[in-house]
């Protein structure tokens, strides 16, 4: 009977009549759909998007996904396309919604019988005693009683249970991979962006990890997209551990913190060999710890820039390994934090030119020696880090820079937030620091 009314209603969507494998088919790496009401929903049902998005989990949502044409008929089509699972955001005006009651959740239902399928119910539903009411979804959709209440039902007022509910379809997806890793020897992949919107066609890696872009056109991160990131890292190992992986594969693009941050995760004390490819198609690798290389084939250099005597303190370091050398934000941040650091420091190539991929060891081994033997000197393992190098070095000095809290900055040059004109300047971003068994990013330090 089920299955009869799911024919009529989807006949009854324009004439569309999908397939019995169309119907019949789950994805393990398929997009996970989101059912809500959009009159009361809204807000919450984009925060639960991009809370998997940061999971590395793609989205069907109605916001970004839906295509021009009958509703009815793309959300059909939507619905059979071959998702991983679904997110239902129950609200108090749910009620007032026939798509959900007679389009989505019939469909939804129908999938969840297949083990693979995660459906999860998310509630802004209350019982009177303070707790989630369980019964809520079920009255409000006119269900049969027990239907929605047998489900995992999750409160969707705070950040950190969005993130709580997409670590779990993201732990599904792992646990669905596992096999397919191993055949792999191994090797994880993760496609990251942060600077572009996402859609629900996004290519076929393991992960893929998408930060809300920045607002307007701006070059710095969205503040929001860094906080779903700070929520997913803390989790991330434990991840990878479920879907069997020994080694990981990077691609896409992403800010220089967010990047920092992502490696931090994964530091080299915990995951062996990882690969990541930059925009230009290039493979930077590092295999575990970074070894130093020989004095005679060094290719940093490191420089005080200020130089008066300071006791023990937090330090400045700028890394520039981009050709041709760009100092000018870099020298007006050290003249408006006078007094600020015990020491500044600029450390960029003895040769110019940018530096290759080939020497990706090199230079993590070189850097993190660098900066850790100034931080040294100063009896501290606070350094404020200022990048300006390819996304790839900043993922992997995330990796090798375990033991040191890293302030990071971003680059922007669009007028400030008070209209003042645009200039070339770095804003704080993100506060790191890896191996303290939760998130590596301590702060979201990026101005409101």
Known sequence: MACSRLQNLLRRFGGHRPSQAGRDTVDPRGPVFISYRQSDGSTHATDIAWALRAAGVSVWHDRSDLPPGDTEHRLAEALESG???AVLLVTPEIRFSRIVREV????LLELEKNPAFTLSV???????????????PDQLLKQARGTLRRLNQTPARKPSQKAEAAHAHCRRRMQAIKEDVKAVGGMITLDVQTRVAPSTAQGDADLILRLRPPIGGKRLPHRQGLEDLQLFLAGLPQLLQDAGARHTRLSGGAHLSSAYALGAALPTTLFGRTEVIDTEGRVWTLDGNAPVPEVSSRLLKVKAVTTDCAPPGEILVYLDLRSPPSNTAFDEFVVENEGRFARAFRVCPIRAGNLNSEDAKAIIGEASQLIRKQAGQFQTTTVHLLLRCPWPVAFLLGRALNT?????????????????SARQRYLPSLVVRSGAGCSPIEQVSLPK
């Open 83 to 85: 998702l991983s699972g």
């Open 404 to 420: 040191i809290r890293a302030h990071l900055y971003e680059w922007e040059d669009n007028p400030d937030e008070y209209g003042n």
């Open 122 to 136: 998310m509630s802004l539903i209350d019982h009177p005693n303070g707790e989630l009411d369980f019964d809520a």
């Open 104 to 107: 989505e959740l019939p469909v």
